[in-house]
C-alpha cells in the first residue's frame, strides 16, 4: 500500500512541476533601476550627529510613504535617510523630523528590547533573493536590535536569534532625533561580485500617532515586503569576510568529597569570504546562555518546544527552515563533545553542514529540556546534517536534507527528503514536502517509513480595500516515520484542511485593518480507518495599529483520545497594546472544554487558562516587568 502510494503522488507531481517550470519561465517583470550607492571619500563619525559629508557624497532619500494605517498614505512626520560605504563599512543615517519631540518614546533598554519606542529600521537582502535579509533596527539613542527576516510561501518571520556586530549612535533634539550606524560587511555574508547587487527596504516607526512609514512604495496586493524592495548596486572591492574569532573557555566544579572537576574547552569561528563560515566548537559550555522561559507542561499529550539560544546553533540556521515538517531541531543535540558546522552559499544554492558528537543523546523529545533521559546515560551519537537550497525562478526554491543519527551500540535514525516554495505572479503560493526515514534501535527495524505535506493557496485584490485568499493542505505521517534530529511530535496520521480568509483595510487611524480566517480540517489515522481529530476554527483580529491588536479565536473540534470522542468548544481572546507609553502590554484569555489526559480514566472538563504581561516603564533608564499565567 506504501510503495502504491509513493508512486501515485511522484506521478502526481511531475506534471505540477512541468506546468510550473513553463509559468514560471514565461513571467515576465517590470524591473526598477537600480540605484548606486555611493562610495564615501572618508568615513563618518557614528555619533549620532550628521557630518556633512552625507549631505555631500550619501544617497539621499526622503519619499516614504506609510506602509500603515494607509496605503501609501502622506506620512505625518518628514523622515529623510542617507546611504553610503567605503571598503570597511556600509554606513546608514536617518534625520527623524518630529512636530512633538517630546513624546518621542525612548528607553535605555538591553540589546532586541526596543521594539515598543519609536525606531527606524533596514532590511539588506545582500543575496537578491527576496526572501532573507539581515535586519536592523535602531531606537532615538541607538540602542540596537537585529534579526533574520524570512518571508517564504507568502509568510514572513523575524527571528531574533540572529545576531551580529555593528557600531551605532543617536541622539535626539529639538527637531525630532539622529541616527547613525556603521555595518561591516564582515558582519554580514553577501556575493563575491562586482558589482554587488543587493535589495533594501527602509522603515520607521511612529508609535504615538499609530504609522510605519516605509521606502520604497508598497502594494497590499503583493504579499510581503522584500519582494517590494529596491535594487542598489556597490561597486570595487569591500573588505571580505576573512575574520577569525577565538573563543577558549574554562569552566570548574568543586562536589563535596569529590576533586574538582575542570572542563576546558574551545569555541571557534572563521569566515573563509563573504559568504562561507566555518564553525568549531570542542567540550563547549552553554551557561553564558539564558535560561528558557518556563512553560507549563501539565497535562499535555505533546512534548513543548524550545527555541535555540546557543550561538555554535545559530549560524545560519534560516537554511535549514522547512515548510511544515521540522527536520532540523538542534535542541536534540543535548551535550556535544565536539562539532563543525559549515554554512554559505554559492550563487543560487545556499548550503549548511551539521556534525557533532552528542554525549547525552535523547530518545524522546520529552527528555530534550532536561538533558537526556536514564536509558541513554551510557550512549553516544554522531549526529550528521547536511541541507541544500537551490534558488528557482523568482523568490522559489527546491532543497534537499540529510540528517543522520548513529547511536552507539548499532541503532541510528536517517531521513532523508525533498522541500520546496513555488510563487507564481505573487498570487499562487505552492509548498511541499517529501520525506522518509529509516530507523534501527533495539526494539525495532523499519522499512522506508515516508512523510509528506503540501499545501497551496491562492492570494487577491477582490475590491479596493478588501483582500481574499483561499487554500487547502494535506500531511501524511507513517506510523513508523521518524526524524530524531528534528522535531515531530505526532505520527500516524492523515491530515486534510482547506481555508479561507479575507482582510479589510479600513485606513482607519486607530483600526488599521480587521481579518476573518475560516478554517476545516480532519485528521485520520494513517490508514484511515480512524478519525482522530476535526474541527472548525475561526479566528477575528482587529488591528487598531500595527502593534497595538485583538486576536478573538473560536473552535468547535472533536478530539479522539483513549477510543473516547470528545467534543470542544473554546474560546480564546489575546490582546496586545503599546498605546500607553509607559506600560505596554499583553494578554490571553482562554476558556471553554478541556480534556483530562489519563490514560486510565480520561474526561472532558472545563478550564480557564489566562496570562498577563506588562512592562512599567516610569522613565527611560527605568523598566519592571510583570508575568503572571
Avoid at 120 to 125: P, T
Avoid at 228 to 236: S, V
Avoid at 362 to 376: A, C, D, K, R
Avoid at 608 to 620: A, D, I, Q, R, S
Amino acid at each position: 500500500m506504501t510503495e502504491n502510494i509513493k508512486r501515485l503522488v511522484m506521478l502526481a507531481m511531475i506534471p505540477l512541476l512541468v506546468v510550473a517550470s513553463v509559468l514560471a519561465q514565461t513571467e515576465s517583470r517590470v524591473r526598477e533601476e537600480k540605484l548606486a550607492i555611493p562610495r564615501l571619500s572618508q568615513p563618518p563619525r557614528i555619533d549620532g550627529t550628521l557630518d556633512e559629508i552625507y549631505e555631500r557624497e550619501a544617497l539621499r532619500i526622503d519619499d516614504f510613504v506609510q506602509l500603515s494605517p494607509k496605503e501609501n498614505g502622506q506620512p505625518s512626520e518628514k523622515t529623510v535617510a542617507y546611504l553610503g560605504y567605503d571598503q570597511k563599512n556600509l554606513y546608514l543615517a536617518f534625520r527623524c523630523f518630529d512636530s512633538q519631540p517630546k513624546k518621542i518614546r525612548c528607553s535605555v533598554t538591553g540589546r532586541d528590547r526596543c521594539m515598543e519606542d519609536d525606531w527606524v529600521i533596514v532590511f539588506l537582502d545582500t543575496f537578491g533573493e527576496k526572501r532573507r535579509a539581515f535586519t536592523f533596527v535602531l531606537n532615538p539613542i541607538g540602542v540596537q536590535a537585529d534579526f533574520m527576516r524570512m518571508e517564504e510561501g507568502g509568510n514572513d518571520n523575524m527571528d531574533d536569534s540572529w545576531d551580529t556586530f555593528f557600531v551605532s549612535d543617536g541622539k535626539m533634539d529639538d527637531q525630532g532625533y539622529v541616527v547613525e550606524a556603521a555595518i561591516p560587511f564582515k558582519s554580514i555574508r553577501f556575493p563575491d561580485q562586482d558589482p554587488k547587487t543587493w535589495n533594501i527596504v527602509l522603515g520607521r516607526n511612529l508609535p504615538r500617532t499609530g504609522e510605519i512609514i516605509i521606502w520604497p512604495r508598497y502594494s497590499r496586493s503583493i504579499p510581503g515586503l522584500l519582494s517590494q524592495g529596491r535594487p542598489f548596486t556597490l561597486t570595487g572591492n569591500l573588505e571580505k569576510g576573512k575574520n577569525l574569532e577565538i573563543m577558549p573557555v574554562v569552566t570548574s566544579a568543586k562536589t563535596e568529597g569529590q576533586k574538582i572537576d575542570v572542563q576546558p574547552g574551545l569555541n571557534l569561528k572563521y569566515g573563509a569570504n563573504s559568504n562561507l563560515t566555518l564553525d568549531l566548537t570542542a567540550n563547549p559550555d552553554f551557561s553564558q546562555i539564558e535560561a528558557d522561559v518556563p512553560q507549563i507542561d501539565l497535562n499535555l499529550r505533546y512534548a513543548l518546544y524550545y527555541q535555540e539560544k546557543r550561538p555554535f546553533f545559530l549560524e545560519g540556521m534560516e537554511i535549514f527552515r522547512y515548510p511544515a515538517i521540522e527536520m532540523v531541531y538542534t535542541r536534540r543535540i543535548i551535550d556535544p563533545l565536539f562539532g563543525a558546522r559549515i554554512t554559505g552559499k554559492t550563487g543560487r544554492f545556499s548550503y549548511g553542514l551539521l556534525t557533532a558528537y552528542d554525549q547525552k543523546p535523547t530518545e524522546s523529545l520529552w527528555e530534550v529540556h532536561n538533558g537526556g533521559g536514564e536509558e541513554t546515560v551510557d550512549r553516544n551519537a554522531l549526529f550528521n546534517i547536511f541541507r541544500v537550497k537551490a534558488d528557482v525562478f523568482d523568490q522559489s526554491y527546491l532543497g534537499f536534507t540529510l540528517a543522520d543519527k548513529e547511536i552507539t551500540g548499532g541503532a541510528w535514525n536517517r531521513v532523508a527528503g525533498i522541500d520546496g516554495i513555488w510563487r507564481f505572479k505573487d498570487r499562487f503560493f505552492f509548498s511541499f514536502q517529501a520525506l522518509a526515514s529509516d530507523t534501527k534501535n533495539e526494539e525495532r527495524n523499519t522499512a522506508l517509513a515516508p512523510a509528506l505535506y503540501s499545501e497551496f493557496y491562492y492570494y487577491t485584490r477582490l475590491r479596493k480595500k478588501l483582500h481574499w485568499g483561499a487554500g487547502g493542505y494535506f500531511q501524511a505521517m507513517h506510523p513508523d516515520f521518524e526524524a530524531s534530529s528534528g522535531f515531530v511530535n505526532r505520527v500516524d496520521y492523515r491530515l486534510t484542511g482547506l481555508f479561507t480568509f479575507f482582510n479589510l483595510f479600513t485606513d482607519r487611524k486607530y483600526l488599521n485593518q480587521v481579518d476573518l480566517n475560516l478554517q476545516v480540517a480532519q485528521r485520520d489515522s494513517y490508514k484511515g480507518d480512524l478519525v482522530q481529530d476535526k474541527w472548525f476554527r475561526a479566528r477575528l483580529q482587529f488591528r487598531l495599529t500595527e502593534f497595538n491588536r485583538i486576536f478573538v479565536f473560536l473552535t468547535r473540534s472533536m478530539e479522539s483520545y483513549a477510543d473516547i470522542d470528545f467534543n470542544k468548544t473554546t474560546f480564546y481572546l489575546e490582546g496586545q497594546t503599546t498605546f500607553l507609553s509607559w506600560l505596554p502590554l499583553n494578554f490571553y484569555f482562554q476558556t471553554g472544554d478541556s480534556i483530562n489526559y489519563d490514560p486510565e480514566e480520561p474526561f472532558l472538563g472545563y478550564s480557564n487558562v489566562y496570562g498577563l504581561f506588562l512592562t512599567l516603564k516610569p522613565e527611560k533608564r527605568l523598566q519592571l516587568g510583570l508575568d503572571v499565567n
